[in-house]
């Protein structure tokens, strides 16, 4: 699996990017959860104004996964990636969302809110671990 992450601004204009019908071929709002809506829109209106409230710069913590040209991934394979991610950099019960979208190949996009409402022991995920491909974390995924 090819992973490339980043701390995200501007959750309105990622939602606009994800579910741009013009420049994907098919797009499937897999999963929303832990916002008030599931609908991926208003999902993100949320923390955009959460954000704001607390002068957030970058309330997101975006990840694309893509298998290798070679390779297929079926959904179960993009779930427990994107589960392995969250889990590891201290993300689980964090509001998400899981888009699948497709142009050439089938990708996926998981982001997890990073407004919180609760003090967090850990430090925020650092986007630079997933910046190039990784093939240590693409062996893991496929065994």
């Known amino acids: 699996?090819?992973?490339?992450?980043?701390?995200r601004g501007t959750p309105m204009a990622l939602a606009k990017h994800l579910l741009n019908e013009r420049d994907n071929d098919q797009i499937e709002t897999h999963r929303v959860e832990g916002f008030a809506s599931t609908d991926l829109s208003e999902a993100m209106r949320e923390v955009q104004a959460m954000s704001a409230g607390i002068r957030?710069?970058?309330p997101l913590f975006s990840v694309s996964l893509s298998p290798p040209e070679e390779a297929s991934a079926d959904v179960a394979l993009f779930e427990r990636t994107a589960d392995q991610i969250m889990e590891a950099n201290g993300l689980n019960g964090q509001p998400h969302a899981l888009i699948f979208h497709e142009k050439e190949n089938r990708s996926c996009a998981a982001l997890k809110k990073l407004v919180f409402t609760s003090p967090r022991p850990s430090a925020p995920p650092s986007p630079s671990l997933f910046r190039k491909r990784s093939p240590n974390g693409t062996r893991?995924?496929?065994?």
Not at 1 to 6: C, D, G, Y
Not at 140 to 143: F, G, K, N
């Open 1 to 7: 699996m090819i992973l490339k992450a980043s701390a």
């Open 140 to 143: 893991q995924c496929y065994r």
């Open 56 to 58: 957030s710069q970058k």
